[in-house]
């Protein structure tokens, strides 16, 4: 499966990354191309994410986006004497400094030896980087412009001559990550008060981040909330309303409100209100709502009640899809126990060869067909599949058994290669169980069909093509992906098609 050996360039890269990065370049690309169309399959929390979009958009609601970058001030305004607990579950956003990179006449001798003809312009450049007139992206391509080396030149130039560049330290300075959708609400509604016309309805689906002590089953540090407002002559029963419309939209019909015993500073008091489903055999709770306090709606210049609902996307979508642990809906290529169904594995089954013209595919038909119709005569025998058209020629196809007292097919030719339960197994026609993919008989002929074609081709008066005792898959004309194949050593599932096929193709081409 891999194209190149990934512990030997693994381990130059780690004793040389540059080098590394330079040989590699032919390795970077392939030479196929991926197959586009047909149907992928969406991640099933942006599944539920798209329908709460739609749900909320049936009821009337405007999408917006809400700042993700909130300022502590914001946050304190919102609390006021919560802000701590609130900021406690916040991430700070951190930078590298701009360090002051100084170059004594001491350092400038070494940069001379270094081969830096013009220290003052390399001085310069590392003054503008302080003062951030260029990014950090631009640095090395500056300082290399600066000293006429290369841009790996100037690596090693300020690996080896700046080391306070590679000992910064990331400094934190009044900006988080929005930790509930509410704090970017107060923003937005403060510039649409007055501009828009009430009642205004407007929705958010996005991330929010909290700083959660560890990720477990039932906590990430980065989840989706999806989240409304309604500001204007409303009331609380406009909470209910919403929610339970919207949750309607998701299939949970029965629902019941009750005060949330924790009472965020910026809603009213007892106006916070938890919205419980029905789920399974018991009430699981899926969103909160309530009033936003009019003394802080004040601090944003608001003059009118707004209602707020808001809900965990992840909670929805671990209902929705009955899924017991966050991290494995959210991230199942780290927490989930590697699965493939029948339908994957069955996907990845193949034929080997395979005839490229309609007329090939034809032949190929008639020869499985005339097989499963006398697959039980008695030798010595020879039914005509095919008489037709062939890459230019005149064909005549048949299938022939020689051998007196034999059968014209053996008993393994008739069977039906099919997964199920994680194994691929050659299966009697009136057996069959699991997802079928193909019968031996028409694997075994589609081979036979490519291989005339050659003959054909290649200017051949006569063919003749025999399987005999099948002992894998390459003997029926299939082959596995190597996923697959994996996925089965490690499950110890088995590979079984053998068996006596015994299957002979003479053909006159003229």
């Known amino acids: 499966m891999g194209l190149w050996d990934s512990r030997e360039l693994a381990e130059l890269a780690r004793k040389d990354f540059d080098r590394a990065w330079r040989e590699s370049v032919g390795l970077a690309q392939g030479s196929g191309k991926p197959e ?34 909130i300022e502590e001030k914001e946050v304190r305004r919102q609390f006021d004497g919560e802000a701590m607990a609130v900021l406690d579950r916040c991430f700070y956003l951190a930078g590298l400094p701009r360090p002051n990179v100084g170059i004594s006449a001491e350092r400038a001798e070494r940069l001379r030896e270094a081969g830096v003809r013009d220290v003052e312009k390399l001085r310069q450049v590392l003054h503008a980087y302080k003062k951030g007139r260029f990014t950090g992206d631009e640095l090395l391509y500056r300082v290399a412009e600066a000293a006429s080396i290369d841009a790996d030149g100037a690596l ?31 923003l937005t509604l403060r510039e649409l008060y007055g501009k828009r016309r009430l009642p205004l309805k ?16 039932t906590h990430l540090r980065s989840y989706h909330s999806a989240s409304c407002v309604v500001m204007g002559d409303v009331g609380l029963e406009a909470g ?27 809603y009213a008091p007892g106006t916070q209100t938890e919205v419980y489903a029905r789920h399974g055999r018991g009430w699981v709770e899926v969103a909160t709502f309530g009033m936003y306090s009019p003394a802080v709606l004040s601090l944003y210049g608001i003059e009118v009640p707004v209602m707020n609902l808001g809900m965990g996307v992840e909670r929805i979508a671990m209902l929705l899809h009955g899924r017991e642990d966050v991290r494995e809906l959210v991230y199942p290529q780290f927490y989930s126990e590697w699965r493939l169904s029948d339908e994957e594995i069955a996907d990845m089954l193949r034929l080997v060869e395979v005839p490229e013209s309609g007329e090939g595919r034809k032949v ?26 062939l890459m230019g020629r005149h064909a005549r196809v048949w299938v022939a058994e020689q051998e007196e007292g034999k059968r014209l097919a053996g008993p393994a030719a008739l ?4 997964v199920h339960d994680g194994n ?22 589609m081979r036979f069909a490519a291989r005339l074609e050659r003959a054909a081709a290649s200017g051949s008066g006569s063919f003749r093509d025999r399987v005999g005792m099948a002992k894998s898959l390459a003997d029926i004309n299939l082959e596995l992906d190597e996923v697959a194949r994996n996925y089965i050593t490690s499950k110890e599932k088995r590979i079984k098609v053998g068996g006596p096929v015994f299957l002979s193709v003479e053909a006159e081409l003229v």
């Not at 169309?37 to 958009?57: E, S, W």
């Not at 407007?202 to 089953?217: G, H, I, T, Y």
């Not at 190929?364 to 058209?389: D, M, N």
């Not at 009136?430 to 193909?438: N, R």
């Open 240 to 266: 209910r309303e919403v929610a339970a419309k919207l949750l309607e939209r998701l299939g949970f019909t029965e629902l019941k409100f009750r005060e949330d015993e924790k009472q965020s500073k910026y």
């Open 156 to 186: 090693r130039l300020l690996q080896e001559h700046f080391p306070e560049l590679q000992e910064l330290k990331p400094v934190a300075g009044s900006l988080t990550l929005r930790s509930h959708m509410t704090s970017g609400w107060f």
């Open 364 to 389: 190929a038909q008639a020869i499985a067909r005339t097989v499963r119709e006398h697959a039980h005569a008695t030798a010595p025998c020879r039914f005509l599949a095919y008489e037709g058209r």
């Open 36 to 69: 586009l169309g047909g149907m992928g399959r969406a991640h099933p929390l942006f599944d539920t994410v798209q329908r709460l979009r739609q749900a909320y958009i049936e009821l009337g609601f405007e999408e917006v986006v809400n700042p993700i970058l």
């Open 202 to 217: 407007l929705f958010s689906v996005d991330r929010c981040f909290r700083r959660e002590q560890r990720e477990d089953a």
């Open 415 to 418: 069977n039906v290669i099919a």
């Open 424 to 445: 691929v197994l050659a299966f009697p026609p009136e057996e069959a169980k699991g997802v079928e993919k193909v019968s031996c008989a028409m694997a075994v002929s």
